[in-house]
């Protein structure tokens, strides 16, 4: 653990770096990147180029360096962001690479403040910060279920709502051999494809939530054409028009950690309230069927909303899955008809209930914001934003 010395000239020049976050960030993404191009495969070109995500790393070792003295208390951050990583191919040998280049960004901006005992402290800073982050990876490394990216086969493509594409794929790697049938996989989590997009000189890497913790038929995920603001997102126009049945898509093992909470599972006086909007249903139908699986007894409230009727995706699905359900409230918004899934609507959720959200950013923090200010628990809250979790302004 860091001296108290060490601690004390973190802590005194985290301010100073926190209000010139932009600038670190800056330097420190031209430097590396100049340095080693090769990182460009895994860093998300679009968040680069729209300066979006691009201060969650930098900001997340500014703000750990507050902690410095008890970087257990952000364990549950930590793991958040390490499944990611994980899910990445993010690799203990990457750490030194960021590491050298924060240090870099940070001795650029202090300027003449940073003498060598506040460049020592902050690389002994930077050391236990990246400890924690590899501590954690290397736990679920071993735990994951194949290692890397593996090699699966589209056995099934089906276009669900307008613009949603559901694939199966399964295992069809020749390094390693995956039996699904003896693998688990939890409702809520995603996988990570691997794809080499026609429009950009790198890889991009994307991750997709499971549809389904079944694998009888393979393992199975639904990926929106992201065309918002004009512009053709790299990864889902290239899953949507160039990837077919009889193709083989490259898949790191699933990861994250939303998913139901266990021990509701088997009981029936907490209700499961499961919120979603658009192509963020994916999660949240995977947890309906396995909730209705493991106990069709606990009460559900199923709320998701979309553009219209033309837009709602899995709806044969979500209904024969209900159908098998003991205890079930649906309701569905289309808000092209003025219909609303609003903090209004919020008001008449059942308390003490195990909610789980995702949809858009705004939708979520809207969402969010509505269940905390009616007293619903943090710990009750459960949320996955298919992007960034630090983008959220409830985070
Ligand atoms: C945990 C998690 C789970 C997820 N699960 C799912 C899922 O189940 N299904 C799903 O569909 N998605 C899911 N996502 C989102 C998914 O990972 C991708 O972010 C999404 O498919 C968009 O990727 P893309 O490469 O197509 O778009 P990108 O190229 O990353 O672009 C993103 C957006 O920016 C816009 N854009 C691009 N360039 C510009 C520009 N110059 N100016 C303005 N706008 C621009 C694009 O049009 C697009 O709308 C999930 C994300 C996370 C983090
Ligand atoms: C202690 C060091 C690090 C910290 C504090 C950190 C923090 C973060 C945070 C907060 C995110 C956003 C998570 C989210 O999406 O919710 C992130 C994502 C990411 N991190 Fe790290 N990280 C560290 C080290 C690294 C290293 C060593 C690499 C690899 C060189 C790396 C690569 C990435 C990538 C590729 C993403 C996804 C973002 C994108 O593609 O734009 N990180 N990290």
Same mark, same amino acid.
């Given at each position: 653990?860091?001296?108290?010395?060490?601690?004390?000239?973190?802590?005194?020049?985290?301010?100073?770096?926190?209000?010139?976050?932009?600038?670190?960030?800056?330097?420190?993404?031209?430097?590396?990147?100049?340095?080693?191009?090769?990182?460009?495969?895994?860093?998300?070109?679009?968040?680069?180029?729209?300066? $979006?995500?691009?201060?969650?790393?930098?900001?997340?070792?500014?703000?750990?360096?507050?902690? =410095?003295?008890?970087?257990?208390?952000? =364990?549950?951050?930590?793991?958040?962001?390490?499944?990611?990583?994980?899910?990445?191919?993010?690799?203990?040998?990457?750490?030194?690479?960021?590491?050298?280049?924060?240090?870099?960004?940070?001795?650029?901006?202090?300027?003449?403040?940073?003498?060598?005992?506040?460049?020592?402290?902050?690389?002994?800073?930077?050391?236990?910060?990246?400890?924690?982050?590899?501590?954690?990876?290397?736990?679920?490394?071993?735990?994951?279920?194949?290692?890397?990216?593996?090699?699966?086969?589209?056995?099934?493509?089906?276009?669900?709502?307008?613009?949603?594409?559901?694939?199966?794929?399964?295992?069809?790697?020749?390094?390693?051999?995956?039996?699904?049938?003896?693998?688990?996989?939890?409702?809520?989590?995603?996988?990570?494809?691997?794809?080499?997009?026609?429009?950009?000189?790198?890889?991009?890497?994307?991750?997709?939530?499971?549809?389904?913790?079944?694998?009888?038929?393979?393992?199975?995920?639904?990926? $929106?054409?992201?065309?918002?603001?004009?512009?053709?997102?790299?990864?889902?126009?290239?899953?949507?028009?160039?990837?077919?049945?009889?193709?083989?898509?490259?898949?790191?093992?699933?990861?994250?950690?939303?998913?139901?909470?266990?021990?509701?599972?088997?009981?029936?006086?907490?209700?499961?309230?499961?919120?979603?909007?658009?192509?963020?249903?994916?999660?949240?139908? !995977?947890?309906?069927?396995?909730?209705?699986?493991?106990?069709?007894? $606990?009460?559900?409230?199923? !709320?998701?909303?979309?553009?219209?009727?033309?837009?709602?995706?899995?709806?044969? $699905?979500?209904?024969?899955?209900?159908?098998?359900?003991?205890?079930?409230?649906?309701?569905?918004?289309?808000?092209?008809?003025?219909?609303?899934?609003?903090?209004?609507?919020?008001?008449?959720?059942?308390?003490? !209930?195990?909610?789980?959200?995702?949809?858009?950013?705004?939708?979520?923090?809207?969402?969010?914001?509505?269940?905390?200010?009616?007293?619903?628990?943090?710990?009750?809250?459960?949320?996955?934003?298919?992007?960034?979790?630090?983008?959220?302004?409830?985070?």
């Amino acid at each position: 653990m860091a001296s108290p010395r060490t601690i004390e000239i973190v802590k005194s020049t985290v301010p100073f770096l926190e209000e010139h976050g932009n600038q670190i960030t800056e330097i420190f993404y031209q430097n590396m990147f100049s340095e080693h191009p090769e990182l460009l495969d895994i860093f998300n070109e679009t968040n680069q180029k729209l300066g $979006r995500q691009q201060s969650a790393l930098a900001s997340t070792v500014l703000a750990a360096a507050k902690h =410095l003295e008890k970087l257990a208390v952000l =364990l549950p951050e930590v793991t958040q962001i390490a499944h990611k990583h994980r899910a990445l191919q993010i690799l203990p040998e990457h750490y030194p690479i960021v590491g050298k280049h924060i240090l870099g960004a940070i001795k650029e901006v202090l300027g003449d403040a940073a003498n060598d005992d506040v460049i020592n402290a902050w690389a002994e800073a930077y050391d236990d910060i990246a400890g924690v982050f590899i501590h954690v990876e290397e736990d679920m490394y071993a735990k994951a279920m194949w290692s890397g990216f593996a090699t699966f086969k589209v056995t099934d493509k089906t276009i669900t709502g307008t613009d949603i594409a559901a694939f199966t794929v399964e295992p069809a790697d020749t390094e390693q051999a995956i039996d699904l049938s003896t693998m688990s996989l939890s409702a809520g989590q995603y996988i990570t494809v691997k794809t080499d997009p026609e429009d950009t000189a790198h890889l991009a890497l994307r991750h997709y939530s499971l549809c389904s913790a079944n694998t009888d038929n393979g393992i199975q995920f639904a990926v $929106r054409r992201d065309n918002r603001n004009g512009h053709h997102g790299l990864v889902s126009n290239h899953l949507h028009d160039h990837v077919e049945v009889g193709d083989t898509i490259l898949l790191s093992a699933p990861a994250g950690d939303f998913v139901l909470t266990p021990a509701l599972i088997e009981q029936n006086e907490v209700p499961l309230v499961l919120i979603s909007a658009g192509v963020g249903v994916t999660p949240v139908l !995977a947890m309906l069927e396995a909730q209705i699986q493991a106990n069709p007894a $606990r009460p559900i409230i199923w !709320a998701y909303a979309c553009q219209n009727s033309e837009y709602h995706a899995f709806a044969e $699905r979500v209904d024969a899955l209900l159908s098998d359900a003991q205890q079930v409230e649906k309701h569905c918004f289309y808000f092209e008809e003025g219909q609303l899934l609003d903090e209004t609507w919020l008001k008449a959720l059942p308390k003490p !209930a195990d909610v789980y959200v995702c949809g858009s950013m705004a939708f979520m923090d809207s969402m969010i914001d509505g269940l905390l200010a009616l007293k619903h628990g943090e710990d009750t809250v459960h949320y996955e934003p298919f992007g960034p979790k630090m983008s959220l302004k409830s985070a």
